[in-house]
């Protein structure tokens, strides 16, 4: 399973990086404001000088034509870019479009199998469905990655699951196990896959005896 660093701090991404945990980045709006007055496209250049893998940089307009443009413009960045537009009638439009023109699409915004169907249909590289923002309202995300998985397995589609809003180590470890192509995820998340308190309290044991026995 690919990790993707869902962030767009400079920091973290170098950081995941360095631990070969950074294979692609999602960015939305959201994370592209938290990081202050920052140019779109300078910055997605600098995200893309970091990592090789893609790098999702999102449309903002709401129609077809205006979608393909801002992401025909997106995609001279750097190489490794990829566009991506929500599933919407429009987005799906503008994804079959700049899937003509050789440009990969992130359908995002996914929240149910059958826009995971269309947004394959329509010719998405990836689709990335929202398991925390399903579990925020009382449904199961893990149960719509495993359904869009099984139903993409039936076929030869190209497009790429990609498990995204995820919240806590449980959606990773779980997304792995249904064999999620990716998994994006906040620096935050990559730190808590790394603690178990045994690992702390066993370190510290260990030193402690070492010491105890008169080494330094
Ligand atoms: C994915 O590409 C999105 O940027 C992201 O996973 C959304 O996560 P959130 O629901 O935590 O905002």
């Known amino acids: 399973m690919n990790f993707f660093l869902d962030t767009a701090n400079l920091n973290e991404i170098r950081e995941a990086a360095a631990f070969g945990f950074a294979d692609g980045v999602t960015t939305n709006p959201s994370l592209i404001s938290k990081e202050g007055n920052v140019d779109f496209k300078q910055h997605i250049a600098a995200i893309c000088e970091i990592v090789q893998g893609p790098v999702s940089a999102e449309v903002t307009s709401l129609d077809k034509d205006g979608m393909v443009r801002e992401g025909l413009e997106y995609s001279k960045i750097a190489p490794n870019v990829v566009v991506k537009c929500p599933l ?3 987005g799906l439009r503008a994804t079959r479009e700049l899937d003509h ?6 359908v995002t ?3 149910s199998a059958a826009q995971a169907i269309l947004a394959a249909k329509a010719g998405a590289s990836f ?3 929202f398991l925390g923002r399903l579990d925020d309202i009382g449904e199961n995300g893990l149960v719509l990655l495993r359904d869009i998985i099984e139903i993409y397995e ?8 990609l498990a995204a809003s995820l919240r806590n180590p449980i959606h990773v470890i ?3 196990r249904l064999g999620s192509d990716i998994a994006t995820m906040p620096f935050k998340v990559i730190d808590q896959l790394f603690n178990h308190p045994l690992t702390d309290k066993g370190q510290a044991q260990f030193l402690a005896d070492w010491q105890k026995s008169g080494r330094k």
């Open 88 to 90: 919407t009638k429009e």
């Open 127 to 129: 689709i990335s469905p």
């Open 109 to 111: 915004l996914c929240f």
């Open 101 to 106: 023109q050789g440009v990969k699409v992130n």
């Open 154 to 161: 039936n076929y030869n589609w190209k497009t790429e699951v």
């Open 174 to 176: 779980e997304a792995a």
